[in-house]
């Protein structure tokens, strides 16, 4: 026999009975990408390394070590190239922006996106390899109103899912200006405490030493008393702030000062976002403002399970069987004039008695069931399979009576 071969080690399989939650929460991205005026972009799933470690930053994890590396075919251009899986959507989305010359456009510039990421990360529950992210960037709007609006759409986004006690975590580390002097500061009170620090905090301390205040193993007496990004912003980033603060207060969005937030998007987090004013001109392109966030459908999906969120109830689906097994073309042609009629419709081609199709039928979670009779017969029988109740149909308005009785009658069960 042979040796079974497994789903890659951090990755998970979507199975049909997890598929209600994840179709909804898709739905709600893609109705809320509408409602607020996105409009829809998707980049390649590997680019080269150089995009993110200009975008991301040449210490970041997510460069140094979570990088999942790709190559072409042996023998091609693409070979003696560096490629990754994007392990996150917004430095692509800048490069299309630039490549395409999109800084023409009406600004500010709106967009979405809905997909896999990849980093090659220790698995644990809920962080996966391959993870799935709704992104959103808005360019060439440097006010608060929009990170107030970003942020209350990420709430939003939670309530309409059906997620509670949702709470954003909020700071500010300035522009490139206010943060050098902070990141002086970190430096300053770190330094004489450097051997109480993680190997990996003593290296960030040199490279960027704001990252150590992100170090999870981070001595919670040190993080206390490191210095805090709000003392040390400019006078315009101070402003920036507190406007934002204040559209936050009148939009009624629950938020915490999180002193220790100097990235975008935690792992352990449902989500994260924030301002990359500078990246546009590193990638090459005209200075922008620009904002965005990727929220974690993956661990959006875990929550939603985990609080026994209740999903809206799923169109009703009908079974089409027939007293005889092997008339599976006339179950066929009946079935697919149903879907004409908008109907959810399942229907098999496998020779088996009405009894063993009406419980496979009802194992697939089907609330109705259309009885075809002998060839010849111009009725039909519809049936309520759960309350066992049934009427006579002509075949010739069958369509319309079935859609007619599933509108009207007891509501499908909905899905946990």
Request: net charge neutral.
């Amino acid at each position: 026999m042979a040796r079974k071969i497994s789903a890659p080690r951090g990755t998970h399989d979507l199975l049909p009975e997890e598929a209600p939650t994840w179709e909804r929460v898709e739905a709600v991205v893609r109705d809320l990408s509408s409602r607020y005026g996105f409009e829809r972009i998707d980049t390649p799933i590997f680019e080269r390394i150089e995009l993110f470690a200009r975008g991301l930053g040449e210490s970041s994890d997510a460069v140094e070590k979570e990088m999942f590396r790709v190559s072409g075919a042996k023998g091609s251009e693409e070979e003696r190239s560096e490629w990754a899986l994007r392990p996150e959507p917004t430095a692509g989305i800048v490069r299309a922006y630039i490549e395409h010359g999109m800084h023409v456009r009406p600004s500010p510039l709106r967009l979405w996106m809905l997909g896999p990421m990849f980093r090659y990360a220790r698995p644990q529950a809920g962080r996966y390899r391959e993870f799935t992210q709704w992104d959103v960037e808005v360019i060439g709007d440097p006010g608060p109103m929009v990170d107030a609006e970003l942020i209350e759409l990420a709430h939003r986004f939670y309530a309409e899912v059906g997620l509670r006690g949702v709470v954003a975590h909020l700071n500010s580390i300035g522009d490139m200006v206010c943060r050098a002097r902070y990141r002086d500061a970190l430096t300053e009170y770190f330094a004489p405490l450097s051997s109480r620090l993680s190997a990996d905090s003593q290296r960030r301390l040199q490279v960027n030493p704001l990252r150590v205040l992100d170090d999870k193993d981070l001595d919670p007496e040190l993080a206390a008393g490191a210095p805090k990004a709000l003392d040390y912003l400019c006078e315009a980033c101070r402003e920036h702030f507190e406007g934002l603060r204040e559209l936050l207060g009148r939009l009624g969005v629950r938020y915490e000062i999180n002193h220790r937030l100097v990235r975008g998007l935690d792992y352990y987090a449902l989500g994260g976002g924030g301002r990359y004013d500078g990246l546009i001109e590193v990638l090459g392109g005209r200075p922008a403002p620009a904002i965005g966030f990727g929220l974690g459908i993956d661990r959006t999906v875990i929550g939603a399970q985990k609080q026994q969120v209740t999903l809206p109830a799923r169109t009703p689906l009908v079974a089409v069987v027939s007293a005889s097994p092997d008339d599976a073309p006339r179950r066929l042609e009946v079935a697919t004039a149903l879907r004409d009629a908008g109907l959810r419709v399942r229907t098999d081609g496998l020779s088996r008695t009405l009894s063993k199709q009406l419980e496979a039928a009802a194992k697939a979670g089907a609330r109705w069931a259309v009885l075809l009779g002998e060839p010849g017969l111009a009725r039909a029988t519809l049936r309520d399979l759960e309350s066992g109740d049934q009427q006579d149909l002509a075949l010739d308005t069958l369509a319309a009576e079935v859609v007619r009785a599933v509108d009207h009658r007891t509501p499908s069960r909905g899905s946990k």
